[in-house]
Every structure is written in C-alpha cells, then in structure tokens.
C-alpha cells in the first residue's frame, strides 16, 4: 500500500489563482489540472475531444472551485485564441499557463508517416507556440 505523500505547499496555494492547461483533459496534464484545482485554482483545459473535456470538467469541478473548459486543437490559432479569451472574460488575466497538448503515435521512425511525423511536430511546436503568444496577447 502507497503511502500519500505529504506536500511541501501551504493548503490552497493556488487559490484565485486562473490556469490555463492545454492537453489538460487526459494523462499528465488532467494530473496537473486536478492538483491545480485541489490547490484553490480556477482551472481552464483546452483538448480536442469535446467528450473528453466534458469528462475532465465533471472530474475538476469535483475539487471544488471554478471550472472552464474548450473543445479546441491547439494548431488551430483562431480556435485557441476563443478560448483563451473567454478565460479572461470570465475570470481576468491568466496567472499559469501550462502548454502540455502533445500528439502521440508511438512508432518507430520507419513505421511513422511524414504526415504522422508532421501532427506530432505541428501539436508540440505550433500549438505551443500558437498558445503562449495568444495567451500573452
């Protein structure tokens, strides 16, 4: 049996604090996501499937505080930028932004399309890119 660790922050650390996570509505990020909420945080994701944000949503809004979240693919700059805008009108300027979208097709190099190749670059580098100069807008 696991022990639960002990954490090293005051309670509520993040409290009124807005984030901002991409890629936040599964694996590490939905991690992130639900400690961020735990911590006080008003809590934003961004993913792709609409399904899978509606669930991560149900999850945060179980650790209490402010929940929002967007139905939208981080290469798409217009799409990301609806998003990130509606965060500020509801709650102001975002204090954390976690860039965590990722396309994964685990492949070896040979067995991968150059299409493949080019979504996994185009999430990680251009959704990147695309969210935090928006977010900085």
């Known amino acids: 049996m696991l022990a639960r660790m002990v954490s090293i922050f005051r309670e509520r650390i993040l409290a009124g604090r807005n984030t901002y996570i991409t890629g936040g509505t599964s694996g590490i990020c ?8 735990r911590q006080g945080a008003h809590v934003a994701v961004q993913g792709r499937n609409p399904e ?6 149900q999850t945060l809004a179980g650790h209490g505080g ?7 693919d981080v290469r798409d700059a217009a799409a990301t930028g609806v998003a990130l805008l509606s965060v500020r009108e509801n709650w102001g300027e975002i204090d954390i932004l976690v860039c ?24 990680g580098l251009l959704g990147t890119f695309n969210t935090a100069r928006l977010a900085c807008a």
């Open 30 to 37: 939905l991690g992130i996501a639900e400690l961020f909420a």
């Open 52 to 57: 899978k944000v509606q669930a991560a949503m």
């Open 66 to 72: 402010l929940v929002l979240g967007y139905p939208a």
């Open 100 to 123: 965590g979208a990722a396309g994964n097709f685990p492949a070896p190099a040979v067995g991968m399309s150059p299409n493949g190749f080019k979504s996994v670059v185009d999430i």
